[in-house]
């Protein structure tokens, strides 16, 4: 959408975004400063992998058509790398249980981290795709 800008700049566009992925419902919407995606990114990086991004990460997601969905994305994408694996523990188990509890927001059930195990195994092991199934299950 186009928004009036007073012509300062002559036009800008206007984002909504969710406020925040998990929690759904809420959305901001207005002028989204260069910085915003930054600070996004980065929150995203130390929550989920403990560090900030490197150049070459910034640099790949910032190329990447309609930022702001991927910005969006990110939890996921990053909850699926092999990095996030070894600092949940290591261990399909472990990982479950921390997804889990990142999406869902509770540690799961010793039953629902046997399901969730025998999904895994049913999707060759994709954690990707797992997560896709495990954040609509927990957004449906």
């Known amino acids: 959408q186009y928004v009036l800008t007073k012509g300062n700049p002559n036009?800008?566009?206007?984002?909504?975004?969710?406020?925040?992925?998990?929690?759904?419902?809420?959305?901001?919407?207005?002028y989204v400063p260069a910085s915003y995606y930054q600070q996004q990114i980065d929150a995203a990086y130390r929550r989920y992998l403990g560090r900030m991004p490197s150049a070459t990460e910034l640099?790949?997601?910032?190329?990447?058509?309609?930022?702001?969905?991927?910005?969006?994305r990110l939890p996921l994408d990053l909850m699926a790398t092999e990095e996030f694996f070894i600092r949940s523990g290591g261990t399909n188990q472990m990982w479950i249980r921390q997804v889990f509890y990142e999406i869902v927001g509770h540690s799961p059930s010793a039953t629902e981290t046997d399901l969730w195990l025998r999904r895994l195994a049913e999707l060759r092991y994709s954690r990707r795709e797992l997560?896709?199934?495990?954040?609509?299950?927990a957004r449906g």
């Open 131 to 137: 997560l896709e199934q495990l954040n609509m299950q």
């Open 11 to 30: 036009r800008a566009n206007l984002v909504m975004i969710p406020a925040n992925l998990y929690t759904g419902g809420i959305i901001q919407a207005g």
């Open 59 to 72: 640099a790949a997601l910032e190329r990447l058509p309609d930022l702001a969905q991927r910005v969006q």
